[in-house]
């Protein structure tokens, strides 16, 4: 029997990492905002911050679904050992995008009961971020598995490391907030995000710092993927540096739209660092993409499917941005 043409299981985990990629980026800037919600310079400030992502925000999510959807059909195993070692971490996830959600639609309606919406937007963002940050440095350190199934302990995957990246995940996307604000914003509010993007950045940097020094430590194959012998894996954390340096100098020249797209870069950079780094396992320590993959018949049967599907999600995203592409007045909402 021939063996197939394209090997499905790396175009699927092609599919998954950029709907994963995709998701960071289009709803980390208004988890961001969300994040920066309790320090906005006044009322006014939160309305444009809520009436910036108020036409995006929904279809942002879209990007999560796709990924855990296609993450089940095409490698089952990563569900088997994941969901049981991160119940606790992804239930926080999906109630902290909840809480925000329903935050979201009541504070455009509330009166005197305003302030209470805002804090709970700000939480939930905050939850969601720091879960989403906490699950990644979780996957860094690796699982407990037997025999394909997860026997470590519920709080297993919370230890100082996945705190690190919880928290440097929040700030990583406040700082995309603040980008997105420089870009959408005028006035008084744009300067306040201008003056608080370097403060963010020297808090994402430090802490970039510190998981790039700890990794090593915590995952040998980490260890041994970056230090034994001079590799291109190097690349990707300077070109992430020299975004951060494009963000700095674009706050300098108060620059609109530069520091996002930079921020963008800086996260897309990190982010194929991660990959890199971690290739080919999907269940580490132990287990590849090759050993978590569903059947060959499964991945070409869903394949068609969201091949389908992907196009139309894209077309979608890009016309919503380029019809509020504009500035976002005081006063002037879309919701």
């Known amino acids: 029997m021939s063996e197939p043409v394209f090997d499905l299981t790396i ?16 709803d980390g800037f208004d988890l961001g905002l969300g994040v920066l919600f309790p320090f906005a310079p006044s009322e006014e ?35 088997a050992v994941f969901l049981p070692a991160l119940y606790i971490g992804v239930f926080l996830m999906l109630a902290g995008l909840i809480f925000r959600g329903i935050a979201f639609e009541f504070r455009f309606k509330a009166k005197r009961s305003r302030y209470l919406w805002n804090w709970s937007f700000a939480i939930g ?47 990583g996307y406040a700082l995309l907030g603040a980008t997105w604000l420089i870009m959408k914003s005028e006035g008084s509010i744009q300067q306040w995000a201008f003056k608080i993007t370097p403060l963010l950045l020297i808090v994402v940097l430090l802490v970039f710092s510190l998981v790039s020094v700890w990794t090593p430590f915590v995952d040998p194959f980490v260890k041994e993927r970056w230090f034994n012998g001079i590799s291109a894996i190097w690349l990707l954390p300077l070109f992430a540096v020299l975004c951060a340096g494009w963000i700095l100098r674009s706050v300098k020249q108060r620059r609109d739209g530069s520091p996002f797209v930079a ?73």
């Open 263 to 335: 921020t963008m870069g800086m996260f897309l950079f990190t982010y194929l660092g991660l990959l890199a780094s971690k290739f080919p396992y999907v269940v580490p320590p132990n287990y590849t993409l090759w050993d978590a993959a569903s059947a060959h018949s499964s991945q070409l049967f869903l394949l068609l499917g969201l091949l389908f599907v992907i196009p139309i999600v894209l077309v979608y995203t890009a016309w919503t941005y380029w019809v509020f592409r504009g500035k976002v007045k005081a006063g002037v909402g879309y919701h």
């Open 45 to 79: 400030a939160r309305d444009v911050m809520m009436n910036s992502v108020a036409p995006v925000w929904d279809g942002n999510e879209t990007w999560l679904i796709l990924g855990g959807a296609g993450l089940l059909a095409a490698f089952p195993l990563v569900y």
């Open 11 to 26: 175009i699927w985990a092609a599919i998954i990492a950029f709907g994963v990629i995709m998701y960071v980026l289009m």
């Open 125 to 171: 963002s905050t939850v969601a971020a720091f879960a989403q940050g906490a699950v990644v440095g979780a996957y860094i350190q690796g699982f407990r598995v037997e025999n394909m199934a997860y026997v470590g302990g519920a709080f297993d995957w919370l230890t100082p490391f996945t705190l690190l990246t919880g928290f440097g995940l929040v700030a």
